[in-house]
């Protein structure tokens, strides 16, 4: 069987279906992931095997796009960072977001288009069985109608099916056109007819009628050198915290982060801090605080107490699935969203990285070391995640999905 990924410029949307491939290959398949020429590398690293394709939008500019205009419109406190310099502006004046996001979404459109385009041309060339696309690469949806095999949709977690959250339906959509360029109607996520789902139960997000194929969520944050220090035993509690590029794009500063980093010193904590060294550097953190360079979260996880995260569908399953209490002080709606499905669960706090009282997220960071806090529920949803159908189980199902281009849930329990 050939298997497809189609993937964006965003690893924390593809990084999720990495074991997938992995269990693919190993079954003996052969699997293919078109992605922007940026990702190559970080793919190729991965062990699968990469076929720069697909073309992506500036997707940090974008970011920073939309923050200035939240910002403009009073959504967002504070001032944003200038979309193209990345470097905090004065004054909203610095920047006519009002002429230069039109022209910025006209760009994007044409890189989408081209994008499409690579991704229908190497599907025709390649002739795939089975397309699997990220959160925001329907390209794969339609190199998969255009070539006559069924697609699958792999979110992150905890995204579903046509959200109605703001912020939330990220691959909702077909902006540029390029479905009724290829003479098919327009599409969204309404449209998905199988979704690989790593959400536990209890914090499940709308599915609508597409049939939910669960998967245990396996983390992946990248390779890594695992330091000596961390396999050490620990004489007092250590605290995780994440800043990803994501975040560290559009943000120069986070306080509250300080303010619940401050409050786990304050109670004994050993802090470590994952981030980019610019982000690190731009956080004016306390002495005592320990920097590690974008390494993987699970990796640190391993040998850590408690989490806190910038509230991204990654971080939150990565902590869930090592029985991590963990606090997401989100800053986008998309972030607020998800991280409160995984709260819903006990296993996390949320709070809004914008608009939290300094003292709500003190106390929120100090519950995360206490007895009392979610330490029972993050491993009692540890387990829950355990229980889930591995990705190598996952394989036979869609070996049935591509021979027989269908499947219905009688076809799952849980997949034998």
């Known amino acids: 069987m050939r298997v497809l990924f189609t993937v964006s410029d965003w690893r924390g949307h593809y990084y999720c279906m990495v074991p997938l491939g992995w269990a693919l290959q190993a079954a003996g398949h052969e699997v293919r992931v078109a992605c922007p020429p940026s990702q190559a590398e970080s793919v190729s690293r991965t062990g699968l095997v990469a076929a720069p394709v697909l073309e992506c939008v500036d997707m940090t500019t974008m970011g920073r796009m939309f923050r200035y205009l939240e910002t403009m419109s009073g959504q967002r406190p504070g001032l944003p960072l200038h979309p193209y310099t990345g470097r905090p502006v004065r004054s909203l004046d610095e920047f006519d977001v009002a002429a230069e996001a039109p022209r910025f979404q006209e760009q994007a459109h044409q890189a989408i288009r081209r994008s499409y385009d690579g991704a229908v041309s190497f599907a025709k060339s390649w002739r795939p069985d089975l397309v699997v696309h990220d959160l925001t690469a329907p390209e794969g949806a339609l ?15 905890m995204h579903g099916i046509a959200e109605t959250e703001p912020g939330v339906d990220l691959g909702d959509g077909d902006p540029s056109g390029s479905f009724p360029r290829y003479g098919r109607p327009r599409w969204n996520t309404s449209h998905v007819d ?50 990803s590029e994501s975040i560290a794009a559009e943000a120069a500063d986070i306080p509250p982060l300080r303010t619940a980093i401050t409050a786990l010193l304050s109670q004994g904590a050993e802090v470590v801090l994952t981030t980019t060294p610019a982000q690190a550097e731009a956080l004016r953190l306390p002495e005592e605080v320990r920097v590690l360079h974008s390494f993987p979260l ?9 989490l806190v995260h910038h509230g991204s569908a990654n971080a939150l399953m990565t902590a869930a699935s090592s029985g991590t209490p963990q606090l997401a002080l989100a800053y986008t709606d998309e972030g607020m969203a998800v991280s409160r499905r995984m709260a819903a669960t006990g296993a996390a706090i949320a709070l809004s990285a914008l ?6 997220v003190a106390a929120a960071a100090e519950r995360l070391l206490s007895p009392s806090g979610p330490r029972q529920a993050a491993a009692e949803l540890r387990e829950v995640i355990r229980a889930q159908p591995t990705p190598a189980q996952l394989v036979a199902p869609l070996e049935r999905l591509a021979r027989t281009g269908r499947l219905t849930a009688a076809d799952l329990p849980c997949y034998r």
Do not use: F
């Open 194 to 243: 199988y979704i690989i789902d790593t959400s536990p139960d209890s914090a499940m997000p709308p599915m609508r009628s597409a049939l939910r194929l669960p998967v245990r969520y396996i983390p992946y944050n990248g390779p890594a050198v695992l330091p000596e220090w961390l396999t050490r035993e620990r004489d007092r509690p250590r605290a995780a915290v994440l800043v």
């Open 355 to 360: 608009r939290s009282d300094p003292a709500d």
């Open 298 to 306: 699970r990796l640190l996880l391993e040998a850590s107490d408690a």
């Open 143 to 157: 190199a998969a109608q255009l070539t006559g095999c069924p697609s699958v949709y792999y979110p992150p977690g």
